[in-house]
Nanobody
Framework: VQLVESGGGLVQAGGSLRLSCAHSGSIFNIDIMGWYRQAPGKQRDMVATISSSGSANYADSVKGRFTISRDNAKRTVYLQMNGLQAEDTAVYYC??????????WGQGTQVTVSS
C-alpha cells in the first residue's frame, strides 16, 4: 500500500497551496480520507476529513480557508489551502481509513509559511 503526497512547499503568508494524495489502488472499502498535520514539538492533529459520501469536517482553525475534496476515480484526496498563516506551518500527512477499520498514512509533505 502506498500513499503519495505532493504539493507542499514554501509560501508567503496569505498565499495558497494545493496538496494531493494518491493511493496505489490496493486499498479497498475506503471510507474516510483526510489530512492531518504535525508542527515541531506538537502532536499530530486533524485538519480535514471527507467521507465516502462527500461530507467534510474541518478543524476550527482552518474553517473558511481550507477545502478538502476527493476524486474516487483518481484515488486521490486534495486539500486546497488559502489564506495561509505562519501557524499553518507543519508536516501534512494524508490518511485513508477503510470500513474494516484499517488506517494508512502517507510519508508527509512539508508546508512552510513565511510571515
Amino acid at each position: 500500500v502506498q500513499l503519495v503526497e505532493s504539493g507542499g512547499g514554501l509560501v508567503q503568508a496569505g498565499g495558497s497551496l494545493r496538496l494531493s494524495c494518491a493511493h496505489s489502488g490496493s486499498i479497498f472499502n475506503i471510507d474516510i480520507m483526510g489530512w492531518y498535520r504535525q508542527a515541531p514539538g506538537k502532536q499530530r492533529d486533524m485538519v480535514a476529513t471527507i467521507s465516502s459520501s462527500g461530507s467534510a469536517n474541518y478543524a476550527d482553525s482552518v474553517k473558511g480557508r481550507f477545502t478538502i475534496s476527493r476524486d474516487n476515480a483518481k484515488r486521490t484526496v486534495y486539500l486546497q489551502m488559502n489564506g495561509l498563516q505562519a501557524e499553518d506551518t507543519a508536516v501534512y500527512y494524508c490518511n485513508v481509513r477503510t470500513r474494516t477499520y484499517s488506517s494508512y498514512w502517507g510519508q508527509g509533505t512539508q508546508v512552510t509559511v513565511s510571515s
